[in-house]
């Protein structure tokens, strides 16, 4: 039965989508841009909730979305939470991410595309269907190449199919630009463009330290001074990916933290020590090397 008045609250609070937010906001620094966007969406479809129990005339919203920005800028993990205020909202069945690329949608010769991704699209369906690198769908200058046959599925169940899946597809902000012109189709069915921009170096140090508290780590002050070098040494060269870089660089100064406490075995080590990570740990890094030389050179 359609109803005439709705507690916005108590609708709001029964699909608990504010804990969603909540651990996005938790597990991402910044994107102060990204976030409000992704409220703005669990605002709108709030609202459509609403408007079919009160069965207003609707039509069902367009969700398919595209994530652009380098990586390491947390596209997989907003895809994850985008997932979970789809789900408790009702607008996909399960709140899982399918998380794909080329390789898992096409085919390798004739008649191998279609069935791989009418495969993976039936994984996918009721909930959402993450394509990374989307791009490399398509390859115009091979000329036997199979990815237009998985375009042409994916524009097909993106039609079809939309009140059961939502596709977001990622990758590099001008690659994707590409893609679309290339693509029509893929861009008429986009509903949301959302772009995720780099961190900032205060971002990355934040970031760095939230990942340390999570694993019982945390920086000397000489050691963070010294990370903040690094940040913004290493931001100058090749293949930084944002979080995924600083995240990769704790693991090398976790190493070599234990390797310097390993070397003096007559000794009582007390928690800070195996808690604290000291300048030289960082200092040790190849990046300051690799810089140095390149300033020599």
Known sequence: MPVDTIDLRQEFEAVDVASVLAQLDQELIGLIP??????EIASLLLIERIRQKMALATTFPTLHMSFTGNPGTGKTTVALRMAGIL???GFVRRGHVISVTRDDLVGQYIGHTAPKTK???KKAMGCVLFIDEA???YRPENERDYGQEAIEILLQVMESQREDLVVIL????????????????FRSRIAHHIDFPD???TELLSIAELMLEGQSY????????AFVRYIAVRKTQPLFSNARSIRNALDRIRLRQANRLVSRLDRLLTSEDVMSIEAED???SRVFAAASAGNAA
């Not at 945390?218 to 001074?225: E, G, N, T």
């Open 34 to 39: 990204v976030k409000t966007r992704i409220r």
């Open 199 to 201: 961190y900032s170096d």
């Open 135 to 137: 791009y490399y769908l």
């Open 87 to 89: 789900h408790r909202l």
């Open 170 to 185: 990622a990758g590099y902000r001008d690659r994707m630009e590409k893609f679309f012109e290339s693509n029509p189709g």
């Open 218 to 225: 945390r920086f000397a002050p000489d050691a963070r001074d």
């Open 119 to 121: 495969e993976i699209l």
């Open 282 to 284: 960082v200092l040790a």
